[in-house]
């Protein structure tokens, strides 16, 4: 079965640069999402298709996919990007999410 | 304002069964593919099943498969999940989630209902 592998956890500080990576086979021949979940609260779309922001999404979030590598980009974290990141992609037949990861701002 | 609102999450006994719904507003229902996922308690998401906007093909997690089945009733613009056979594992917060740009490099889960729990124990 396919599998998206994250770091558990990454730590930034605050107004620096934070990239969580997402890795899986030939993963730059499909499309990569990213999602932002806070505690108790349902999971919001970051990222899209690779490299696009859903509208209401700061321009701080980017994200780029090449090689078996997905990545998202935080550009001067702020305290409330605080969070559990996932990625998501589809292997041609079931939809997969990498483990997460915990971004702390510090 | 796009919505989506699931119910139905209970404490089950193993082997009961349990249907959830997830009520769509907001959005023309029946032109989206409908997707149901999990997340047990401290854990990440894992994707459970998916149904195409019309009903005409579903897709299932293995671990699911032959226990749960997915639904739909556009005319109530409403999504279902019926959950048979439960298992103590199945213990989760069950979202049902919007799919956009289904192409043959995948799609995403633009829209998230608030979830409902599922706590299957003895």
């Known amino acids: 079965s396919y599998e998206l592998t994250q770091p558990p956890s990454v730590s930034v500080s605050l107004r620096q640069t934070a990239s969580i990576t997402c890795s899986g086979d030939m993963l730059r021949n499909k499309y990569a999402s990213w999602y932002q979940q806070k505690p108790g609260q349902s999971p919001v779309l970051v990222i899209y298709e690779d490299t696009k922001r859903p509208s209401g999404i700061p321009q701080r979030f980017s994200g780029s996919n090449s090689g078996n590598t997905a990545t998202l980009t935080i550009s001067g974290t702020q305290a409330m990007d605080e969070a559990d990141y996932y990625c998501?992609?589809?292997?041609?037949?079931?939809?997969?999410f990498g483990g997460g990861t915990n971004l702390t701002v510090l | 304002e796009v919505q989506l609102v699931e119910s139905g999450g209970d404490l089950i006994q193993p082997g009961g069964s349990l249907r959830l719904s997830c009520g769509a507003s907001g959005f023309t229902f029946n032109n989206y593919w409908m997707h149901w996922v999990r997340q047990a308690p401290g854990k990440g998401l894992v994707w459970v099943s998916q149904?195409?906007?019309?009903?005409?093909?579903?897709r299932y997690a293995d671990n699911v498969k032959g226990r749960f089945t997915i639904s739909r009733d556009n005319a109530k613009n409403t999504l279902y999940l019926q959950m048979n056979s439960l298992r103590v594992e199945d213990t989760a917060v069950y979202y049902c989630?919007?799919?956009?740009?289904?192409?043959?490099?995948?799609?995403?889960?633009?829209?998230w209902g608030q979830g409902t729990m599922v706590s299957v124990s003895s």
């Open positions: 149904i195409y906007n019309d009903g005409s093909d579903r």
């Open positions: 998501q992609a589809w292997d041609g037949s079931v939809w997969v």
């Open positions: 989630a919007r799919e956009i740009g289904p192409s043959n490099k995948g799609g995403t889960f633009d829209i």
